[in-house]
């Protein structure tokens, strides 16, 4: 076993001196996990995450895991974590794509049990025929499964949101999993310089005793689901109950926004937030804004980038704020269905301000041509 | 009719003045929603929904309001002291000797119940009770009403209760009852609670207990 320090999570976070690393962000979660204090990790491989398993897996090796294994699939890889997870350990995984979906029941079961598991999830297109090339749309079917989302613009993000993640996720009053999402390929398979704090250093362990259910307890709910079961009742007591109980979930992940913006400086970042043309984006496509308004100032032409980190919780009055201005609102995004356009449209004063698009999807990469192509149109209006 | 109308104008304007009092500050809402005790209806939402924020560390909340702790011990003793029927209901972390100084707070628990004339029901586990629960010697946090509708308590203090549970619990109460629900937590505190207490253990109890004395004494 490595000796490591524990520090304090700031301390980790922002005061430990960092070097630089030339690496993919595979190797990012890889360095992540090793300042962790992981107790478990449980790996199943589909592309584009399985080298970032397999590199948990060799840390493992060294002996900065605890314990780790290879589940069946991703479904039993998600309910083993869930078992972990109830028996008061630290643990983390990941997935992507198909794999994602494969294990969609037990994402909402992990937030029904109030369960701290940190997931990254690296997405890729989820269709017949087959691919395996990058796509955001597996968020959409995460967006209401409870869980708190943030999503990566680079492998430094990556590795900062994993290490963060695990103490957002295991506040008392929280104390729900945390999927951090980053783009499969681009993100995991280019290197990208990512400044790490020494590997001497490690988080705080997890306290069990204070999460908000009792740990590894044979007798209740969640734990016991079957037992004097109120989830087979017909009666208002059995639906008030379990009505409550969803409210509560709801509201643990409103109680993660101050550690967002504790941990993560906000829920958003924003460049040049007073021009009236945004481009608003998450994960990679914050990229190809960026370069989208850079583009365009040497052009003359003024445009901002909001960049979301937090999907779930998402920023609602921060957005509503921002755009309240607005005549146009651009959003970029990596999938056919527009989930993002969607989510800003339900929030902003002005809902005909969003322009969705541009889209790209099936593997191809997005030209930050088409985007300053908007930024244009809306400067000539 | 020329008065009606003046009425209706200043009833208006003074509708946009509240409205207007929702301000963007910072770019968050200022909520105005408050914890009041219920009946709030059929399904009442989570606080923390409402824009209710737990208190920073030192403070306290009183119906979803921000306070310093010392004036929501106070408030605390007020209610207790006033009510007809309170009761406190322990929970788990209070009534097993699961670590130490679980013991110590558990007297302290029972110190302030006695001092303040309160009846103690327990909450010692979690399960829900079927087919039917014994209103009169325990509480549940799944169908928590049954025991405050039989002994018609009009106050109650949660302490020691897992913290997922006792939202779920104080939520159905806030519902359904006309009940005042104080939380004395040892976490985070409880946005759902009228009168929630964070990091409490037997400090807080002991003055609780020792300013309950003293008003005994002075009236």
Known sequence: MPEQRVVTPEFLFTEAAREELFI??????????????????????????????????????????????????????MSSVAGAAMGGVRVFTATGGPGTMRALEMFPTWVGARLPIVCAFFTRGINSPLTIQPDTI?????????????????????????????????????????????DGFFVTHTRDRVRVASPDLKLPPYKPYSAPVPVIDMENVPFRQMRDPFVMKSNYVSYAAHASWQQEVLAAAERARPFIRKYLGGLIEVENEHADILVLAGGTAVCQGREAIAMAREEGIEAGLIKIKSVRPFPSDELRALTANAKAVIVPEFNRVGWLSREVRNVVQNPDCVVPGPRVFGGMTMPPDLILAEIRRYARD | MKNKHKRWTFARKYCMLLKGLQLFYGGMILTKYRVLAGPEGYLPPAAACEGIALPDVGYALIEGREVPEQEALSAIVDKLLSAKRPFFFPGPNVLWEWKAGV????????????????????????????????????????????????????VCVFVGVHCHYANMALKIIRGGTDCYTIAICGEAGHEDANITLRDAGIPQLEALTAMVAERRRLS
């Open chain 1, 24 to 77: 993919t962000g595979s190797e990012a979660v890889r360095e992540a996990v090793r300042r962790g204090n992981v107790d478990m990790a449980i790996s199943y491989p589909i592309t584009p995450q399985s080298e970032s398993m397999h590199l948990v897996g060799d840390i493992y090796a060294e002996g900065y895991v605890k314990d780790y294994y290879r589940g069946e699939n991703e479904f039993a890889v």
């Open chain 1, 138 to 182: 597996e968020m959409a079917h995460m967006l209401d499964t409870g869980m708190i989302m943030l999503h990566a613009e680079d492998a430094q993000d990556l590795y900062d949101m994993i290490l963060k993640a695990f103490i957002i996720a295991e506040q008392t009053e929280v104390h729900i999993p945390v999927g951090v999402f980053a």
């Open chain 2, 103 to 154: 013991a110590e707070k558990a007297a302290a628990v029972r110190k302030l119940a006695d001092t303040a004339g309160a009846r103690v029901i327990p909450m010692p586990d979690y399960r829900p009770k079927y087919p039917m629960i014994n209103p009169a010697i325990e509480i549940n946090p799944n169908h928590p009403n049954l025991t405050i509708w039989h002994n018609k308590i009009d």
